[in-house]
């Protein structure tokens, strides 16, 4: 019977999950997602903060207005488009360029960038450095899922 209990305590440990896994299923992001729209701030934006592993962090965003253009200077972007649709204005130049953080730069939107429209099951990866910006119509919703990866 002790060998039995040492067995299956065991197999308890081997079947354990590895540190900072993490699973979210669509039905649970969905939820999310809903919860985020009425914790909006003044530009129309909410994040949840997933989590930080290693060199890379999730963040869950809903927004309901167009965000400013911005660089990162040492983090690369996945968009994972979870609800509703916008374009991604990315490349060109921001206009107006201010540091707000610490390798953040904004502006109010972006000269010369190419626009690429963005649906639900859309992904779309940001290079370092590459000026971005997301554009919504009058009255959209658009929620997605931000990796954001550590150049360093």
Do not use: C
Not at 120 to 147: C, N, R, S
């Amino acid at each position: 019977m002790k060998k039995l209990l040492l067995f299956v305590g065991a197999l308890a440990l081997v079947a354990a999950e590895p540190a900072g896994f993490m699973h979210w299923s669509s039905a649970e992001m969905k939820g999310r997602g809903a919860k985020l729209a009425p914790k909006m701030d003044a530009k129309k934006i909410a994040n949840e903060f997933l989590g930080k592993y290693g060199n890379h962090s999730l963040l869950l965003t809903h927004r309901e207005g167009s965000g400013e253009a911005e660089v990162h200077e040492g983090q690369a972007d996945i968009f994972i488009v979870q609800e509703g649709t916008a374009t991604l204005v990315h490349g060109g130049q921001v206009l107006e360029p201010k540091t707000t953080a610490p390798g953040e730069i904004r502006g109010p939107s972006i000269k010369g960038g190419e626009k690429t429209k963005l649906a639900p099951g859309d992904v779309a990866h940001i290079p370092v450095k590459v000026p971005h910006q997301l554009l919504l119509a009058p009255g959209a919703k658009f929620t997605y899922l931000i990796v954001k990866i550590d150049d360093k």
